[in-house]
């Protein structure tokens, strides 16, 4: 294994900004290095694992990471790459989603506190809670110009014509406090490098000249670009919006699906990004595919990477049971396994009907629940013809005219699942 940290990132097209140096230095033996993230909710999402995955590489390389939970600062927020400013967080619901976070955290990163890089979690909300505005201006504002805090891209991006939004000197003050940040860890845990999106390097560029303003030292950075696709609509978002880590806000066969259904052009970026798998079994990997793309063996593999990573593997091998319900790979023991939650995502858009349960308790022929009590076709004659054809199943199995469907037949909690050939699907909920 190789021991270069940048050099790691830059074949998985994980670089985009690095101030000169940085690669050499973290070659010359450890170095504790931060990333920030921002408590705006309870959940990171999917565009919040490219970070967590550079500080697990970091960490791999003998690094230690720290991460930094913007306790503080998610009470201002960030107008990097924002067109207008967004909704303040209080005090009490910032605590609660720095809780979860740091829950989420450990999952990915090693806090072992025996390691000499085991995972330091900081919240700046500890350092700045007690920092008057007086002391702040004397002790950092001093020491940063307006003309040099104007000229960041974050700023001018929304102080330009084009934004009729202007920008609140609350968030003018954000990338101060964000170097401020920086020279606090750098002063106090021995902090020589800041790792961000594209979108930070101005406030990442204003904490290492604050460093060497105050301190006469040399901070290091570098940065990754924002992950995008290639048809240009945005990464990690669906119609329902965000793909999150928690798997309530985001079930584990629904996050499997996300990476599933990826482009060709995506999943061989993505493969690099989001999995920790070495860089040779990854150009295996691609070249299998490309020889037969119908396989889809890097959505495949990557679907069943980062579901792994994010989720466990019952999680990983439920999704993919799952996943193939729909293409009718499963048997009836297999869609017992399905969970009540995930086997509904499966089937949301597939018509339905409800059944009462004192009714199956009695016991239905299938004649009668396909027609009178569910219309799922239009008459008798009608269900005895596809009957006949060997066309229905009921969950999964194929059955004849005197079929009777009873509460044995519930799976998945309140279902039961009708089928008529292959992609013709029913589902029945029963109703207490």
């Known amino acids: ?42 959940s990171l999402h999917i565009g919040s694992l490219v970070q967590i995955i550079i500080l697990m590489h970091f960490q791999k390389f003998g690094h230690r990471p720290i991460i930094l939970l913007g306790g503080a600062t998610g009470m201002i927020g960030d107008p990097s790459g924002k067109s207008k400013e967004r909704n303040l967080l209080d005090n009490k619901i910032l605590e609660e989603n720095c809780k979860s976070i740091k829950l989420q955290m450990e999952k990915f990163l090693d806090f072992d506190k025996k390691k000499s890089n085991s995972t330091l979690i900081v919240n700046n909300y500890d350092w700045m809670k007690d920092f008057s505005l007086v ?42 406090i964000q170097g401020y940040d920086f020279l606090y860890l750098h002063n106090n845990y021995d902090c020589k490098i800041q790792i961000g999106g594209s979108d930070q390097w101005g406030n990442i560029t204003t904490g290492t000249e604050l460093i060497r303003r105050k301190t006469g030292q040399k901070a290091y950075a570098l940065t990754c670009p924002l992950v995008k696709k290639v048809d240009g609509t945005k990464f990690g978002k669906t119609e329902e919006g965000n793909i999150w880590l928690d798997k309530k806000k985001t079930s584990p066969y629904k996050f499997y699906q996300y990476w599933l259904n990826t482009s060709d052009e995506d999943a061989i970026n993505y493969i690099k990004i989001f999995t920790l798998l070495e860089k040779e079994a990854i150009l295996k990997i691609t070249e299998e595919h490309q020889l037969n793309p119908h396989q889809r063996l890097l959505q495949k593999t990557l679907a069943e990477e980062v579901t792994l990573m994010v989720h466990g593997k019952d999680d990983l091998e439920n999704a993919k049971v799952a996943s193939q319900i729909l293409f009718g790979q499963t048997d009836k023991d297999s869609l017992k396994k399905i969970d009540s939650q995930t086997f509904l995502e499966i089937f949301e858009s597939v018509p339905h009907a409800g059944i009462n349960l004192e009714l199956l308790n009695k016991g239905i022929d299938i004649v009668s629940l396909l027609s009178e009590k569910t219309n799922f076709l239009k008459s008798k004659s009608e269900v005895r013809r596809a009957i006949k054809e060997n066309s229905i199943s009921v969950n999964r199995l194929k059955v004849d005219e005197s079929f009777v469907v009873s509460k044995k037949d519930i799976i998945a909690d309140n279902c039961i699942l009708i089928q008529r050939g292959k992609k013709n699907y029913f589902l029945i909920k029963v109703v207490i």
Not at 137 to 157: E, F, L, P
């Open 135 to 176: 002391d702040f201006s004397r002790k950092i504002g001093k020491h940063i110009t307006v003309n040099y805090m104007m000229a960041k891209d974050s700023v001018k991006k929304r102080l330009g014509k084009e934004s009729n939004e202007g920008m609140s000197f609350t968030e003018f003050t954000y990338q101060l």
């Open 1 to 42: 294994m190789q021991k270069n940290f940048v050099a790691e990132l830059r074949w998985r097209g994980l670089i985009n900004d690095i101030i000169p140096d940085t690669e050499k230095v973290l070659l010359e033996g450890p170095m504790n290095g931060y990333i920030g993230f921002d408590p705006t909710s309870d």
